[in-house]
């Protein structure tokens, strides 16, 4: 069972699976550390544009150069 959540939490520690670690280190160019924060990065924008953790991710839509398209 997992512990509960605790929102004063400074430290977070937990053991990667490899799919996350690969994600992590493509995001940050081969660095665990630079790829986390740019996942958090990425929510940030995503957050401030709408998204909300309840939404399906397969409709979120990118505009690049006037262009829109699903991810």
């Known amino acids: 069972m997992a512990r509960p959540c605790r929102i ?3 430290n977070f520690d937990r053991k990667l699976k490899d ?3 690969a994600i992590l280190l493509t995001a ?3 660095d ?3 790829g986390f924060h740019t996942v958090l990065d990425l929510y940030r924008v ?3 544009k709408g998204y909300r953790p309840d939404m399906d991710m397969d409709r979120i839509t990118f505009a690049v150069n006037g ?3 699903n991810a």
Request: charged content about 30%; overall charge negative.
């Open 67 to 69: 262009y829109a398209e």
């Open 8 to 10: 004063d939490t400074i």
């Open 19 to 21: 799919a996350e670690r």
């Open 46 to 48: 995503l957050h401030s």
């Open 28 to 30: 940050g160019q081969g």
């Open 32 to 34: 665990l550390t630079r």
